[in-house]
């Protein structure tokens, strides 16, 4: 037992810390200010893109993508006996930790990103062909929706019960539907802005100046989704 313990809280330990790496809060420290207080107020990869730009973005997503990733291999090394059903259990715990501390970093005052990019990391540890067909079943969800975070809240369900069905893995399922849980909380906002028509669309990525006219905005869209979060 006490073996188990020390498992669990070391792996959970080792993702949290790679998780609480913000590289959206860093990039925009590096730009003079900070995330948190402007765009959608989300210290992820979107609010990102929203705020900065596309290109930055995908640097912010891919850099939390791959901590969780790092988070996942580590774990499994550290611990090479925590192996059920041929997944690492320590790895998914680890990628858990990586969710939570992007989610809830304790030097930001808890409030972090969404934890998608880094749920992708952790299914990416466990198999690329797992992530890529993952990714391009999200990918098809945010455009026939055309809102983004219907893809993390899909893939909430879809990527536990795919690792339980397909790898005959049901306990690192179940590791990683806790991960999927911290994710429908924090995309519960999301849908309540799209009840009041005020979520950005996935079309943004490429036409934001429609989004700025839906918004009532007749420029570029910087006034609005450049704008500072009124607390």
């Not at 909380?185 to 009840?195: D, G, M, V």
């Amino acid at each position: 037992m006490k073996i188990i313990i020390n498992i669990v809280l070391g792996s959970l330990i080792i993702g949290y810390f790679f998780g609480c790496i913000n590289f959206s809060y860093i990039v925009s420290r590096i730009k003079g200010f900070d995330i948190r207080h402007y765009g959608s107020g989300n210290a992820g990869a979107s609010n990102v893109v929203i705020v900065i730009g596309k290109k930055a973005g995908l640097f912010v997503a891919l850099f939390d993508i791959f901590k969780a990733f790092l988070a996942y291999k580590l774990a499994q090394y550290l611990f090479p006996e925590a192996f059920l059903d041929g997944i690492s259990c320590a790895g998914m715990i680890a990628g858990v930790g990586a969710v939570l501390g992007h989610i809830f970093p304790f030097y930001l005052g808890f409030k972090g990103g969404k934890g998608l990019a880094c749920y992708g990391g952790t299914i990416l540890a466990i198999d690329v062909r797992l992530f890529l067909v993952l990714f391009v079943v999200a990918l098809f969800i945010a455009v026939i929706t055309d809102y983004i975070c219907f893809a993390p809240i899909t893939m909430s369900f879809i990527a536990p019960l795919t690792v339980g069905v397909v790898y005959h893995a049901w306990i690192p399922a179940g590791i990683l539907g806790i991960a999927g849980v911290a994710l429908l909380y924090k995309h519960a906002q999301n849908i309540a802005r799209i009840r009041s028509g005020s979520e950005l669309r996935f079309h943004f990525l490429w036409r934001r100046q429609d989004e700025s006219e839906r918004f009532g905005i007749v420029d570029d869209g910087k006034e609005i989704f450049n704008r500072e979060v009124t607390k």
